[in-house]
């Protein structure tokens, strides 16, 4: 059976072909081969022709694997095949999203010849996929382990370009993929989460710029835009006191979908990054918007800058500092009003009128009994730890191991020192911790929001806290291999729509990306070579992934792909 191009001339001398469906038949009278045929598609000029005919090619394909191929017909050969199914989705949100089209819109302004909208996507993935650094996502990755469309014949200069591009149009950018996606998925903005993390370097020595503000040129698509140096030594969140480091803040809604980020250098403290997130997010429409903050968010100009100008907020105020909330919030007595069964909450109001302040004890019978049971121990090894240790002579200085234990974070808090030069348990210290055993503070100045929503609304804030270990650990976010200010930079940017598209799939499947990857693995894409050239194939997507493909209202993949 074959297809079959007929010709016929017509009166006017005019030569017309038409595809054909025919089938050779052996004739015993004839003892010769004769052609029937079966099915008649019409003419070749015909466009609805070529449209039956491939689709045609498509349902056959789709239930031949390249190995019935190759076994049935010498002359076709498996070149090799590739996981196809991440990519296939991650391409599909990216233009789902409108990403794409933002990009190619931006790019007609610039100077630039080449795709940069396939660039930055190659990136991106390659964040979601197999984090790894710039060059060797050139250079391996999309020459060896995958196949994208329109990465074929990128560079690893154009890949820098394309970083370039991105940073210079930074905010433009992610404003309007906030617009689209929040319409999209009408997202709920009422309450916008943020938090900053810290990202060291490994390298000696902190960055230096030029004159009083340390500014640092950046690159000629931003138009000679300065930075401050960011690779600075600060207040480290994972203990690298020996590393220079820069300072991520991230802002996402309540469903974790991240809104915007920002890249602080290294010496910057928590607090003082309040007033740029509240100007740089003044007119993105979000509704009736409540920033939530940590601890580290809490200072008196902080909280009258997020007030300005009708501004709400939910913070979670320090308890172990002694002041207001020590003296006033904590030992004010109350009955508790359950929320849920690990949460219980007791609203307190200090002050009158219009200076009055809302707070909100809130108490976790779970959590204080983890942390009870965790003090006993710590007390367990404390009591072994001064055991140990050898009296001092008169005169004598103290050993090493008492400088050692005074200074441990795990135990100096509950350690005193005689005026012998002994050490002791101080019970004082062990009995005010097991006062606020399984308890924290809520602050607001939204009296619209009732203390249960004010609880629920910071409990919420475990969505930041996810997402730092989502850029970490599975898109890693560092080492960095970057030095240049704007190229750190890009490189967050470039994390940042790793994780909105992470998210959205996370959304809509109701499950870690590390088990959906997994999944989508299963979908894969194999070069064939034939008579007539290379066929890409599209493995038939297994139960699971067809399940995760559903979830996300994404249909099934092409069985044939015209190229890659």
Not at 194 to 210: K, N, Q
Not at 367 to 383: G, M, N, T
């Amino acid at each position: 059976m074959f297809l079959r191009e007929s010709r016929q001339k017509l009166v006017d001398g005019t030569l017309v072909s038409h595809y054909q469906l025919a089938e050779s038949i052996w004739d015993n009278k004839k003892k010769r081969s004769t052609t029937h045929i079966i099915y008649n598609f019409g003419r070749v000029a015909d466009p609805e022709v070529l449209s039956r005919l491939r689709k045609l090619a498509r349902n056959i394909m789709r239930r031949c694997s390249p190995e019935e191929i190759v076994t049935e017909d010498p002359s076709w050969k498996v070149i090799d095949a590739w996981p196809y199914g991440p990519v296939y989705v991650f391409e599909h949100l990216w233009r789902l999203l409108g990403i794409a089209e933002i990009i190619t819109k931006k790019v007609r302004s610039s100077k630039l010849k080449f795709e940069v909208e396939r660039a930055l996507f190659a990136m991106v993935a390659n964040r979601g996929l197999a984090p790894c650094s710039k060059l060797y996502c050139r250079e391996q990755w999309l020459s060896e382990d995958v196949r994208i469309e329109g990465t074929r014949d990128l560079r690893l200069h154009q890949l820098y370009r394309a970083m370039d591009f991105l940073e210079a149009n930074k905010e433009a950018i992610e404003q309007e993929i906030y617009f689209r996606v929040s319409n999209l998925f009408n997202l709920d903005v009422d309450l916008i989460f943020y938090d900053t993390t810290s990202l060291h370097f490994e390298v000696d020595e902190a960055d230096r710029g030029v004159g009083e503000e340390d500014l640092v040129m950046g690159s000629k698509l931003s138009g000679g835009k300065k930075y401050r140096a960011p690779r600075k030594f600060g207040y480290p969140k994972n203990g690298r006191w020996d590393a220079p480091q820069i300072v991520v803040g991230l802002a996402v809604t309540r469903d974790g979908i991240p809104v915007r980020h920002w890249v602080f250098p290294g010496n910057t403290v928590d607090v003082t990054t309040v007033d740029q997130v509240k100007q740089d997010l003044r007119g993105w429409k979000l509704t009736r918007c409540v920033f939530v903050g940590d601890a580290g968010m809490v200072s008196e100009p902080n909280l009258k800058k997020l007030s300005l100008g009708g501004g709400k907020y939910i913070v979670c105020m320090p308890i172990g500092q002694g002041g207001e909330v020590a003296t006033k919030v904590l030992t004010r007595r109350g009955r508790y009003r359950a929320v849920a069964s690990n949460l219980r909450v007791k609203e307190v109001v200090v002050g009158d009128g219009e200076g009055r302040r809302r707070y909100v004890v809130c108490h976790n019978p779970e959590e204080a009994a983890r942390q009870r049971r965790h003090r006993l121990e710590v007390l367990e090894e404390l009591q072994a730890e001064l055991a140990s240790l050898s009296e001092c002579a008169e005169g004598e200085q103290h050993s090493k191991h008492v400088c050692e234990l005074r200074a441990s974070r795990r135990f100096g808090k509950y350690l005193k020192m005689q005026k012998s030069g002994e050490l002791r348990i101080d019970q004082a210290a062990v009995e005010r911790a097991q006062k606020n055993d399984g308890k924290f503070v809520v602050h607001s100045n939204d009296d619209t929001l009732s203390a249960e929503d004010m609880a629920l609304g910071y409990k919420q804030l475990m969505r930041v806290e996810q997402a730092w270990r989502d850029l970490k650990s599975v898109l890693r976010m560092r080492p960095v291999y970057h030095w240049r200010p704007h190229r750190i930079h890009a490189h967050v940017s470039l994390t940042f729509l790793a994780l909105l598209l992470q998210r959205v799939v996370e959304n809509g499947c109701g499950d870690t990306w590390r088990n959906i990857r997994d999944d989508l693995k299963q979908i894969k894409i194999a070069q064939l070579f034939g008579p007539n050239g290379t066929v890409w194939q599209v493995t038939e997507p297994s139960p699971a992934a067809r399940r995760r493909l559903k979830s996300l209202k994404i249909p099934d993949p092409p069985a044939v792909l015209d190229h890659v």
